[in-house]
Every structure is written in structure tokens, then in C-alpha cells.
């Protein structure tokens, strides 16, 4: 079996280095990330897989703590012998075990390696101490790939560092920001390496094009889940008595466990989302319309949001307020088409307080009543959840703030696309058995698998459209 390609991963101290790891092994759990330097003191492997083998093993380094120093006390060592020989004498001496033994760490695990990452926090300004760490790490004889960090931070320094890397022959350097990478970012960064490493080049490039196969799978899984969710939502349906209905406590009461449970089904989701991209739960912030603070629970029904939802929707396409008021479509004869319709009219009446429409119809529908989930509310639903994965895929496993979502006013295009996947899941409104928890064996039905699926299709163009020009 081959063996993995040996990568170090060093820089000084508090400069990313674990952060970048997590990023390009998605493993959030993987060592500790803290805004407190010093935070790694010994070597940590980690491998990224692929194909079920280790592709790539990292070695998480201590940072580099008084590189000025070693430096200096390196050179006074044999004249005669080579850079490399003269670290190797360093590390057989006392002081690699006292009073540079952070240090001593770094240039062992070097030396074992094939080539190292060199992790810059491209925030600091460049200074004696970093130009003597990477004079250390040329010593070892190692190819070197120096990753400038935090780039897109207002503080960078990019220019500066790019230039002192150039001076020490370092002229092929990755951008890299391991809390909101760019699109690509890990596909250039291995193929960089592969100029570096020739004889890897297609382990290398097979890591890559793996990367790439799988950010798209879990694209499509994403899609899947969503739509899934649209599905379920929309099949929603709770009867009641007239009775109940007409009585305000037990009214409000059946509307708000209606509410919870779609509310739950968006929170199932959306921690599904998180696993599928390797993020732990709650790594959601609750707040994800801008109309209101604090818990999103109740915000798909707010009257606000689901006016603007129903004015994004078009006209024609939304109906009711919150929820629905559908007819039995036992009782009158009602068809699906026309039983919506009305059941639109009195959600939009009872919305108002039961107003003279609301009472001349419902007082018509005297037997059963049905709840249902308005298309406004699969609206806002899905404009959540996309936004969320699109931010699930430009976010590194190094942040640490909690995910923020606030899609405001989608753009044309955007409000095309979410209304197009509301019109897509509306055959499940016929269909109450598909609801997630019915008795029957609803993910086993061929016609639900096959919505699904077709809703599924549907959502790489609405991110993309989310996504704007």
C-alpha cells in the first residue's frame, strides 16, 4: 500500500495552524482552537482519507516560539557542516531538550517529512522574528508551501509577506483563510503542492479531484435533505372539529403545535445540514430572519415574513395567511384544486380574526376542518435552509463564531427559483401519509422518492440564483 504523503504543519505560534487542519481534514474536533497563543505543545497526526486509505497525514507542530535565538545559536555550530547536518547536531544537544525544546519539536517533525505547510497569519506585520523562523525551516531541506492566513481580514499585510517569501526563494504561496475559505482554495492548495513534490503529483491531484468529488456529493445530499423537508412541510395536514376550531384557546393551541412541529422539521434539517459539512449542533445562529431577534421557532409564521414571502412568491402562487383552513375533501365534494383554494380564503380570514368571510364559510364547513402549511411558510423555509448551506460552504472548520444567516430580500432571480421549489413540492398536498412520523411506510413510497427527487434538481439553481451575479 502506498504510503500517505508526510505533511508538517508549522508557523509560529497562534498563526492558524490547527485552525487550517480542521478546515482540511473536517475534523472540528481535531486539537484546540483558541485566540490564546501557545495552544499546541506537542506533535498531533491527523490523516485525511481517501478512497478509505490515509491520502495525506498532517503533523500539527508547536508554534515557533524565539526563532531569533535558535537561529543564532544554530550558526555558531560546526561551520563545516551542511544546514540541515547543523540542525540534526542542535537537536542531539541539550538545548532541544530545555530551553528550545518547542522549537526542537518543530525541526524533528520536519526533518521526518516530505514537505511542510508554512502557516502565516498574513495580519502580523513582518518582522526580525519571522524572517529567522523561515531561515530555520530552510534548513531543514524540506520543501516548503507558505500559506498566508486570514487574508481577508482588513488588517492584512498580504503584499508585505509575499514579498519577504519571495526574497527567501518562496515564490509559490496559497491564500488560504481557514475560517471562511474561497471557492477552490483546497483543490489549488494540493495542486501547488504538487509542483513542489513531482513525484506525488498524482497522488496529489488524485486528493483534488476526491475533494471535489466530494464537495459535490455533499451538494447534492444537501438538495435532497431540503427538498425532503419541502416535502414533509407540505404534506402536513391536522384535522379538527368544527367545535375546537370555533373556540379561540383550542384554535390557537392546534396552530401552535402545527407550528412546533414544522419548526421542529427545520431544526432536524438543519442539523442534518451541519453533520453533512462536519459541524456539531447549534452551530446555527437562531437568528435567521433580519425582522426579528432571538429564536427563529415562530418566525416562519410571523405576519411580516410571510407577507413579503407572499409578495416574493407572485401573484397567484401564495395563498392564506400562517396556516390554511382546507375543507375535508369528503365533505361537498370539494376537489384538491378547490378545497385549497378556499382553504386559502379562510386561512387569509382567520388571520384577521375570524372576519364575516371566515364566519359565513367556516359556519358553511360545520363537520372537519383541516390545518395545513401555507406555501408563504415553505418559502421562508427554504430560503433558510438554502441559506444556510450556502454558508455551510464557504465556512472553514476553524470559526468559531456561531453561523449567522440573514438573507434579507431575495433578488429576482433568487425569489424565482424558491417560488419555483414551493410549486414543486405542492403534489405532496394530497398526500398526508407522506409526512415524516405517519404510520404508513412513507419513505418507501416510489411516487415521495420520486418528488423528492425531483425538488432536489431544482435546488443547485436556486442556490446559484441565491447566490447572485
Known amino acids: 500500500m502506498t504510503e500517505p504523503i508526510r505533511i508538517a504543519v508549522v508557523g509560529h505560534a497562534n498563526a492558524g495552524k490547527t485552525s487550517l487542519l480542521r478546515t482540511l481534514t473536517r475534523r472540528v474536533n481535531f486539537g484546540e482552537v483558541s485566540e490564546r497563543p501557545g495552544t499546541t505543545r506537542h506533535v498531533e497526526a491527523v490523516d485525511l482519507r481517501v478512497d478509505g486509505a490515509a491520502a495525506v497525514r498532517f503533523l500539527d507542530t508547536p508554534g515557533l516560539e524565539d526563532g ?27 538545548e532541544a531538550h ?26 502580523e506585520p513582518v518582522l526580525p522574528k519571522f524572517r529567522a523562523e523561515i531561515e530555520l525551516l530552510a534548513a531543514c531541506a524540506r520543501p516548503v508551501l507558505p500559506v498566508l492566513n486570514f487574508v481577508r481580514d482588513a488588517a492584512s499585510r498580504e503584499a508585505a509577506w509575499k514579498e519577504l517569501l519571495s526574497a527567501y526563494g518562496l515564490h509559490v504561496v496559497v491564500r488560504f483563510d481557514a475560517a471562511a475559505p474561497f471557492v477552490g482554495a483546497e483543490r489549488e492548495l494540493y495542486r501547488d503542492l504538487a509542483t513542489l513534490l513531482r513525484d506525488r503529483r498524482a497522488a496529489l491531484d488524485r486528493v483534488a479531484e ?28 391536522r384535522t379538527a372539529s368544527a367545535d375546537d376550531f370555533a373556540d379561540p384557546p383550542t384554535r390557537q393551541r392546534l396552530v401552535g403545535e402545527l407550528q412546533k412541529s414544522v419548526f421542529d422539521k427545520a431544526q432536524r434539517c438543519a442539523d442534518d445540514l451541519l453533520a453533512l459539512h462536519g459541524f456539531r449542533e447549534g452551530d ?12 427563529w421557532a415562530m418566525d416562519f409564521f410571523h405576519p411580516e415574513a410571510l407577507k413579503d414571502a407572499g409578495i416574493l412568491l407572485g401573484k397567484g402562487v401564495a395563498v392564506g395567511a400562517a396556516v390554511g383552513v382546507v375543507a375535508d375533501l369528503a365533505l361537498a365534494g370539494l376537489s384538491l384544486g378547490a378545497g385549497a383554494a378556499l382553504g386559502g380564503a379562510i386561512g387569509g380570514a382567520v388571520s384577521q380574526g375570524l372576519g364575516p368571510l371566515g364566519r359565513k364559510l367556516v359556519n358553511k364547513l360545520r363537520d372537519v376542518h383541516e390545518l395545513t402549511v401555507e406555501d408563504r411558510v415553505l418559502f421562508v423555509l427554504a430560503a433558510w435552509q438554502l441559506e444556510l448551506l450556502r454558508a455551510l460552504e ?21 425569489r424565482r427559483a424558491l417560488a419555483d421549489l414551493v410549486r414543486a413540492a405542492q403534489p405532496a398536498r394530497s398526500h398526508p401519509e407522506w409526512e415524516t412520523g405517519s404510520r404508513l411506510r412513507w419513505r418507501e413510497a416510489p411516487q415521495r422518492q420520486a418528488l423528492v427527487a425531483a425538488v432536489a434538481r431544482q435546488v443547485p439553481d436556486a442556490i446559484t440564483a441565491l447566490a447572485g451575479p
Open 98 to 123: 530545555g530551553v528550545f525544546e518547542q522549537e526542537a519539536k518543530v525541526l524533528r517533525a520536519l526533518l521526518e517529512v516530505d514537505a511542510a505547510f508554512l502557516v502565516i497569519d498574513a495580519r
Open 284 to 295: 446555527a445562529d437562531e437568528a435567521a430572519l433580519p425582522l426579528l431577534e432571538g429564536r
Open 68 to 94: 531569533v535565538a535558535l537561529r543564532e545559536h544554530i550558526d555558531g555550530l560546526d561551520k563545516a557542516a551542511t544546514p540541515p547536518e547543523r540542525i540534526r547536531q542542535f537537536l542531539r544537544g541539550p
Open 210 to 237: 476526491c475533494l471535489e468529488a466530494e464537495a459535490a456529493q455533499r451538494r447534492r445530499a444537501a438538495g435532497t435533505r431540503i427538498a425532503d423537508l419541502l416535502v414533509d412541510a407540505a404534506s402536513m395536514r
Open 394 to 414: 464557504s465556512r472553514g472548520h476553524a470559526a468559531v463564531d456561531r453561523i449567522a444567516s440573514s438573507p434579507g430580500e431575495p433578488a429576482a432571480a433568487a
